[in-house]
């Protein structure tokens, strides 16, 4: 089988919707990292859930993240009793039962209600984003606020005892079945040779709208400005009253957000297992180093490089697909630590 | 008496096994300016550190008499604000907005008008407003970090050597600054090496040497105190 333009134009679509939602992934790992230094590894699975969640929403049957999102509540809840066994206040305690039990019980009722109504595509997708987002508060709070100081390293190794814990809540929530979620729409259209299913034109647009709502939150919030500036500086950041909490946990909810949308776009396109965010994740983080882990731009264009050559080498060396792509980075490492040597001899 | 704003009763420092300041005491009255005066090594930059929460310490810290809240952030929100010596500024991101954060944690509308008062105070900020900080000269710079720091409205700011690594007559510049400062009633407390500027504009002053206070009273006594003029302030004048 050779390459012709038929299949080339497929390849091309087939690699831009990928790309598309590898770039959302590779812009959450960067805010992440610039913002908390973390590297955000368990975002895969939020992806996963996030597929998941639309996948069991869509059968009309509860999912089990409520329940997993109402058990990361209350593991919020007594980490905060804990912290305050000193000093206890009320004001802060109703308002951490509010946010830390309140929330997820919330949700958990919301849910249960919807579930069988058998809403539109859009409402389940607006149900698994608001099930899933709340997620990266509370993982954050329990795993890496009380690291906020750590070095890069602990925060990693933090992030992958996180990813494995969640790996495990996934296949204990969900099962080793894979699931696919139906297509937020059904249909497609032809574009002179190409077939244009309109599940990727969303894919696009949704990539595109998400890009623009976070370039007017940091260009334009005093929040997103927050976060910029602890990125850039985060003793300055402190100096004016930004608490690395508030920015750490508004980053994790970002993230969280990104990944679960992420899932939603996917989901209706490959079969998701409880595992398969991991690899997804990571192609999302061979963009974001490529982008150098702190360029939007460069991230977002990487991803969509990263997708292409995923769809090419699927074409020509499909058994070396993973390999291929994964060795996008080499270069890159080398190219950086060639700089950082440099900077060394400076 | 009205009581003091600043009150530190022997405060420690210690980086790991070494200790740095050796119980620092010191008090400031609302509204005036202390400067804080010693040798390159002295431990100023750390006294200031722990009166911000930036560095942890022992000691009392009472802050309008009662004990300073615990984090930097809730110590801005009470009203401190500092001027590090490397100033910490979003280098990145424009002069606009390095000034709008300042004003984090304060609402909206009063932010508007502080910006205003600030933007008339620094001309040359307001010229390049859309400039990134990172692009500015030093004493633009310095202004600019004042300038932030305006921005939260504070009753306390803690300069760290406003004037170090400028040209002598923008020094001179940001100390008329810092003096003017005090008429919108905030209290300063100020570090410099440059001891004869510094004594010239503060009302209390005090000599620092290897984390300990060595000498203290009103600046006008210490800036014609023989032993400190031979150390501190250059043979001359
Ligand atoms: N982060 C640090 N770790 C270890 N020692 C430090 C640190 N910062 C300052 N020191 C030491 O503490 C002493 C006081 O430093 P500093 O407060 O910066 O003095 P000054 O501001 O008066 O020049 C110096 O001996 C310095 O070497
Ligand atoms: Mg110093």
């Known amino acids: ?346 | 008496m009205s009581r003091n704003l600043l009150e530190l009763t022997d405060i420690h420092v210690s980086y790991g096994r070494a200790e740095v300041l050796h119980g620092i005491s010191l008090a400031m009255r609302p509204g005036s300016i202390v400067t804080v005066i010693g040798a390159n090594g002295a431990g100023k930059t750390t006294l200031l550190n722990a009166v911000m929460g930036v560095i942890p310490s022992t000691g009392a810290i009472l802050y309008d008499g009662a004990p300073v809240p615990r984090s930097v952030e809730a110590r801005v929100a009470a009203g401190l604000c500092l001027v590090p010596e490397k100033r910490e500024l979003f280098s990145s991101m424009t002069v606009e907005d390095n000034i709008e954060l300042g004003g984090f944690l304060r609402r909206a509308s009063e932010r508007g008008e502080t910006r205003e008062e600030v933007y008339t105070r620094f001309p040359r900020l307001a010229e390049r407003r859309k400039q990134l900080a990172g692009t500015l000269s030093g004493g633009e710079r310095q202004m600019l970090a004042l300038a932030r720091a305006l921005m939260s409205r504070p009753r306390l700011l803690l300069l760290d050597e406003p004037s170090l690594g400028l040209a002598p007559k923008i020094v001179v510049d940001i100390l008329n600054i810092v003096s003017e400062l005090r008429k919108t009633g905030v209290a300063i407390l100020l570090v410099e090496q440059n001891a004869r500027a510094a004594l010239e504009i503060a009302d209390e002053g005090y000599l620092v040497e290897l984390g300990e206070v060595r000498r203290s009273g009103p600046a006008a006594e210490l800036a014609v105190d023989p032993a400190l003029m031979e150390s501190y302030l250059g043979a001359h004048s």
């Open chain 1, 1 to 346: 089988m050779h390459l012709d333009a038929t299949i080339a134009t497929f390849l091309i679509q087939d690699g831009l919707t990928n790309g598309a939602v590898y770039a959302l992934l590779g812009l959450a790992i960067v805010l992440v990292f610039s913002v908390t230094r973390v590297i955000f590894i368990p975002q895969g699975e939020f992806v996963a859930y996030g597929a998941l969640t639309l996948a069991t929403l869509d059968t009309g049957n509860v999912p089990g993240t409520p329940k997993l999102l109402l058990c990361f509540g209350v593991a919020a809840f007594l980490l905060d009793l804990w912290s305050w066994r000193r000093d206890l206040k009320v004001d802060a305690l109703l308002r951490n039962i509010a946010l830390n039990l309140g929330l997820p019980l919330l949700i958990y009722g919301a849910v249960l209600y919807l579930a069988p109504l058998q809403l539109p595509s859009v409402v389940r997708v607006l149900i698994t984003v608001s099930i899933i987002a709340p997620m990266g508060l509370y993982v954050y709070r329990i795993a890496y606020r009380p690291l906020a100081d750590a070095s890069v390293l602990v925060l990693l190794i933090t992030s992958v005892g996180v990813h494995l814990a969640m790996l495990g809540l996934g296949l204990i929530f969900f099962g080793p079945e894979g699931l696919r979620a139906a297509p937020l729409h059904d249909g497609s259209f032809t574009m002179g040779p190409l077939l244009v299913t309109a599940q990727s034109v969303l894919i696009y647009l949704m990539t595109i709208l998400i890009m623009i709502a976070l370039y007017f939150f940091f260009e334009k919030t005093l929040l997103g400005k927050a976060l910029r500036a602890t990125a850039v500086n985060r003793l300055g950041a402190r100096l004016v009253g930004v608490r690395t909490q508030l920015t750490g946990v508004t980053a994790f909810v970002l993230a969280a957000t990104i990944a679960a949308l992420s899932g939603v776009l996917m989901g209706p396109i490959t079969t998701i297992y409880y595992d398969t965010g991991f690899l997804i994740g990571l192609k999302g983080f061979v963009a974001a180093i490529l982008g150098g882990m702190g360029s939007f731009p460069v991230t977002a264009i990487a991803a969509i490089g990263v997708g292409m050559v995923e769809s090419f080498a699927s074409f020509f060396a499909s058994n070396y697909k993973e390999i291929i792509v994964f060795g996008l980075i080499v270069p890159v490492l080398i190219w950086l630590s060639i700089g950082a040597i440099h900077h060394e001899e400076e």
